[in-house]
């Protein structure tokens, strides 16, 4: 699953499944562009592929800035005259019921989970189109799959975006480029740290902390948490050559909880 000088964009690429991906396809031989809000994130994620003797460039842009993805994608182009993939990777978590969900909270997950999704695709197609190939992956959830209870306006968006990755690769299944959705469960990443924190912020106690990280645990039949450098070796697979027939699909990596 080699990816020889593919030129690959990589949004939320400066820390969890962005950054574990765009080191693995750095590993893997592709021209890698991760791109985020926070520079000193960005440059940290550059650093640390440099110690692995591995190169990453960075962009500063915020997905759900319809201007800036623009930018983002010309850039892009003008510097190395393709774009082969793209993994809409970038999101955030809010946790909350859906009647304790707050307008502002609800936008802010639609604005960069949905709609950095949305923007991101619409400026690389027409790029694909013109070369005749590409790759989109979309990172749906499992919660895209199966609501939980507690995340409303994060299941929702991730619903959003398992549709949104059938209807695209229905749409350009015939035109060479390929669409599909990675489905992770809970993983280690910075999220489920900020996870955390929003609830002592919130008063939760240290026992309701506990438990329900417990509860996430124990969610999957394997009794653990995702590592990024898991999910990202799925997206790899989802963008390898060898890997021409499969469009439209979701693909859990989530320890067997979609079997359950």
Same mark, same amino acid.
């Given at each position: 699953?080699?990816?020889?000088?593919?030129?690959?964009i990589i949004?939320?690429?400066?820390?969890?499944?962005?950054k574990?991906?765009?080191?693995?396809?750095?590993a893997?031989?592709?021209?890698?562009?991760?791109t985020g809000r926070?520079?000193?994130k960005?440059k940290?994620a550059?650093?640390e592929?440099?110690q692995?003797?591995?190169?990453l460039n960075?962009?500063?842009?915020?997905?759900?800035?319809e201007?800036?993805?623009?930018?983002?994608?010309?850039h892009?182009?003008e510097?190395?005259?393709a774009?082969?993939?793209?993994?809409?990777?970038?999101g955030i978590?809010h946790g909350?019921m859906?009647? $304790?969900?707050s307008?502002?909270?609800?936008?802010e997950?639609? !604005?960069i989970?949905?709609? %950095?999704? /949305?923007?991101?695709?619409?400026?690389?197609?027409?790029?694909?189109l013109a070369q005749?190939?590409?790759?989109i992956?979309?990172?749906?959830?499992?919660v895209?799959l199966?609501a939980?209870?507690?995340l409303?306006a994060?299941n929702a968006?991730?619903?959003?975006i398992?549709?949104?990755t059938r209807?695209?690769?229905?749409?350009?299944?015939?035109?060479?480029?390929r669409?599909?959705?990675?489905?992770?469960?809970t993983?280690?990443t910075?999220l489920?740290?900020k996870s955390?924190?929003?609830?002592v912020?919130?008063g939760?106690?240290? $026992?309701?902390i506990?438990?329900?990280i417990?509860?996430f645990? !124990?969610?999957?039949?394997? %009794?653990? /948490?995702?590592k990024?450098e898991?999910?990202a070796q799925a997206?790899?697979?989802?963008?390898?050559?060898g890997?021409t027939f499969m469009?439209?699909?979701?693909?859990?990596?989530?320890?067997?909880?979609?079997?359950t």
């Amino acid at each position: 699953m080699e990816l020889n000088k593919k030129v690959s964009i990589i949004t939320g690429g400066s820390e969890g499944i962005g950054k574990a991906t765009a080191l693995l396809f750095a590993a893997k031989g592709a021209r890698v562009i991760i791109t985020g809000r926070t520079e000193s994130k960005l440059k940290a994620a550059v650093a640390e592929a440099a110690q692995q003797d591995l190169s990453l460039n960075y962009y500063v842009g915020d997905v759900s800035n319809e201007d800036e993805c623009a930018s983002l994608v010309t850039h892009v182009v003008e510097q190395y005259q393709a774009i082969d993939i793209l993994f809409n990777n970038a999101g955030i978590l809010h946790g909350g019921m859906t009647h $304790e969900t707050s307008t502002e909270i609800w936008d802010e997950i639609f !604005n960069i989970n949905v709609r %950095g999704t /949305f923007f991101m695709s619409k400026q690389v197609l027409p790029h694909m189109l013109a070369q005749g190939k590409g790759c989109i992956v979309n990172n749906s959830s499992i919660v895209g799959l199966k609501a939980v209870p507690g995340l409303a306006a994060y299941n929702a968006s991730k619903g959003a975006i398992t549709q949104l990755t059938r209807s695209m690769a229905l749409e350009y299944a015939g035109q060479g480029i390929r669409v599909n959705a990675v489905c992770p469960g809970t993983c280690e990443t910075p999220l489920l740290d900020k996870s955390r924190a929003e609830m002592v912020e919130a008063g939760v106690d240290e $026992e309701g902390i506990d438990g329900a990280i417990e509860t996430f645990v !124990n969610y999957p039949p394997m %009794g653990r /948490f995702g590592k990024p450098e898991e999910i990202a070796q799925a997206v790899l697979f989802l963008c390898s050559e060898g890997n021409t027939f499969m469009t439209g699909a979701m693909l859990s990596v989530d320890g067997g909880f979609c079997a359950t």
